[in-house]
């Protein structure tokens, strides 16, 4: 198992609509990403990047290709949604821009409950939940349900929900723009640690170049086409915050 | 953690009053079970009360509660000298409207078989049973009458000694119940003045045809009383019931009497069957079809309230989703919250019921087998509503959390 990569993606391709409203928003995407290796994804609104995300994260199912996470292949043989999602809150650790916390739970309980839901004993699951939101500086804020939060508090504890089961991948859908910029790298150097620790895979869509130096790659996308960000655009993006 | 709990503290305000909307509803459904229940215990009151087993009509009559029936009086030393029987007399049940400290006083006046009932067997909730063969009277508390107070009827004045509770007639009002003499002197009191009018009618007649002017006797017998008079009729009852040995079979008695032209006879269970199929039948139908009604409505009423509060929820459960819950948490999170929903409301209904129902004009009588049932329909109620509220959260599809 120690070989295998986190993620593996090859020919992914996803068409959304059908006719003269078809849109294809990913061409044959290709990745790989190692136990451990953060992995930053740039790109223009609407290049596919979301996209990308979902499919990965086995919530849309791609038009074509394979995903397999862990050396696990997911489209192998008829995977039920049931067993998807079974995956999902086992595996995979998910964020989005939009701070998605349940409304009628607290902080804690929007964290303890993916714990529950993977059949750990209440206690124990509260207990690393509560370490979580330590971790992430929200634990006072623990017992105030999300409309008490501010949005940077609501999308540490997004953050922490994502951590919770230790998943061994970890998708982040512009996780860090509702935070200003120190929240926002503190909160990519806590992926890179959980990385480091755990051999979690990570994947970061973010416009937030200041960060950039925290990834071990950098891939870019456009127009639906996934591709290794070349040293020139890296430098230019480094540059362009530098210049500011 | 328990999703359904923590969603309902969240917004408890709105759950609390919904469920006490529903609970009102379920009130009423039990409501009318208990007046379908009333109905037709008050229906059996009289019967019950006066506890006959063999009740003796006019041939081919249904019986003194369902249509006219006229039997000389004579038919009770008759159904007396039967085998097997050790006690008949008449049955005596009129409804009458007095006026009573300046107000209408309505009772049914039931007759006692006195020495052998003196109203032992009666739901009695204070005073004693009749204790002298006149003059004494056992009042439902439905007539306002108090026990002591004295009421005058006819030409005869009557103590309240006894007071009971819920012994109505099927019409509503408040049985009183005297010895069956009493009740009879009740029934036929006639103002001294008609009597004498009548008599002298009768002396008129008899002086105007040739036997009666040719014999004083018979002018003489025919101004005298009625009873005196053989071509006058006695006065009619409308049964006359019977008790039979204990042990004995109210059928040998009811057989020996088939065979006389004149009469029917009915056992007990014959009366009771034909009195809830007959007088109030249509009544206890139209109760039983609005509970039904009242059920689906309190059914579609509480499948839309959960449908709502499930809509309202279609965001955090597709966020469920997304962060891998499976439709097993979901559909617990909406049939949970509809069961508690169907739990909180029933003892709300029941809470309510019990102290609003015996403010009611009529019995409402809630027995412990119908509110084991509505429990049950509550159950099942709370778990069909909860179908569509389920069927739309199944079709939420996780992606819509985003964005
Ligand atoms: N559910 C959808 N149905 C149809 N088109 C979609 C859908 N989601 C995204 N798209 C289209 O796919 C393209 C890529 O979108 P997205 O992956 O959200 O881009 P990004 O996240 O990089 O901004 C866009 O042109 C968008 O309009
Ligand atoms: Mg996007």
């Not at chain 1, 349900?145 to 951590?163: D, H, K, N, W, Y």
């Not at chain 1, 910029?181 to 480091?196: E, I, T």
């Not at chain 2, 087993?53 to 081919?60: G, I, K, S």
């Not at chain 2, 050790?86 to 006195?114: N, S, Y």
């Amino acid at each position: 198992m120690g070989e295998h990569l986190a993620l593996e993606v090859s020919g992914l391709t996803k068409v959304y609509g059908r006719g003269h409203t078809e849109v294809v928003a990913m061409r044959d995407a290709s990745m790989r990403v190692r136990r451990g290796e953060t992995v930053a994804l740039l790109g223009p609104s609407g290049a596919g990047k979301s996209t990308f995300l979902l499919c990965v994260g086995l919530i849309n199912p791609p038009t074509r290709g394979t995903v397999a996470i862990g050396g696990w292949p997911m489209q192998d043989g008829p995977r039920s949604l049931g067993d998807l999602r079974r995956f999902r809150r086992e595996h995979i650790g998910l964020v989005f821009q939009k701070s998605n916390l349940i409304p009628f739970l607290n902080a804690v309980e929007n964290v303890q409950v993916v714990g529950e839901l993977v059949g750990r004993p209440p206690s124990v699951a509260r207990r690393r939940a509560m370490e979580l939101l330590h971790a992430l500086g929200v634990g006072p804020r623990a017992l105030n349900m999300p409309t008490q939060l501010s949005g940077g508090e609501q999308q540490r504890v997004t953050v922490a929900r994502a951590l919770a089961n230790q998943p061994s991948l970890i998708l982040a859908d512009e996780p860090t723009a509702a935070l200003d910029s120190k929240r926002g790298r503190q909160v990519m150097a806590l992926f890179r640690d959980v990385a480091h620790e755990h051999g979690t895979g990570v994947i970061v869509v973010t416009h937030d170049h200041r960060a950039l130096d925290v990834f071990d790659t950098v891939y870019e996308m456009e127009d639906g086409v996934l591709r290794l960000a070349t040293r020139a655009v890296i430098d230019a993006a480094v540059g362009q915050v530098r210049a500011r | 953690m328990n999703l359904a709990v923590r969603d309902i503290r969240h917004s408890l305000g709105r759950f609390v009053l919904t469920t006490i909307g529903v609970g009102m509803l379920l009130m009423v459904v039990m409501g009318m079970g208990g007046i379908y229940r009333g109905l037709v215990d008050d229906a059996l009151v009289v019967t019950r009360g006066v506890g006959a087993d063999l009740w003796v009509v006019q041939r081919d009559t249904r019986g003194p509660f369902a249509e006219v029936s006229r039997l000389p009086r004579s038919l009770v030393d008759r159904v007396a000298a039967v085998p097997g029987v050790t006690d008949a007399r008449e049955f005596v049940f009129h409804t009458i409207q007095r006026e009573h400290r300046g107000k209408p006083l309505r009772m049914g006046v039931l007759g006692l078989g006195w020495p052998t009932d003196k109203g032992e067997g009666l739901p009695l909730v204070a005073g004693r049973p009749l204790a002298q063969n006149h003059f004494e009277v056992i009042a439902d508390e439905s007539l306002g009458l108090a026990l002591g107070e004295r009421l005058r009827l006819g030409k005869d004045t009557y103590t309240v000694v006894g007071l009971t509770r819920w012994l109505v007639a099927s019409g509503g009002d408040g049985i009183a119940c005297f010895t069956s003499r009493d009740a009879q002197a009740i029934q036929f009191d006639e103002p001294g003045e008609s009597i004498r009018l009548e008599r002298q009618a009768r002396r008129a007649r008899a002086g105007g045809i040739d036997f009666g002017r040719t014999q004083p006797g018979v002018l003489e017998r025919a101004s005298g009383p009625s009873g005196a008079v053989a071509a006058l009729p006695g006065p009619a009852v409308s049964a006359v019931i019977a008790r039979v040995l204990p042990g004995a079979k109210a059928g040998a008695a009811q057989r020996a009497m088939s065979g006389w032209g004149d009469v029917t006879a009915y056992t007990g269970a014959e009366q009771e069957e034909l009195l809830l199929k007959g007088s109030v039948d249509r009544a206890r139908r139209q109760i039983l079809l609005f509970r039904v009604l009242l059920t689906i409505i309190s059914a579609v009423i509480m499948a839309l309230i959960i449908y709502t509060l499930t809509l309202d929820k279609l965001h955090p459960i597709a966020l469920l989703k997304l962060i891998g819950a499976p439709n097993r948490t979901i559909v617990g999170l909406i049939l949970q919250q509809s069961l508690i929903m169907g739990a909180i409301a029933y003892g709300v209904g029941f809470a309510l019921g019990t102290r609003l129902f015996p403010l009611f004009p009529r019995r409402v009588l809630v027995t412990n087998d119908d509110l084991l049932r509505l429990a049950g329909i509550v159950l099942l109620i709370s778990v069909v509503a909860s179908l569509l509220g389920i069927w739309k959260a199944m079709r939420v599809a996780p992606n819509e959390a985003i964005g």
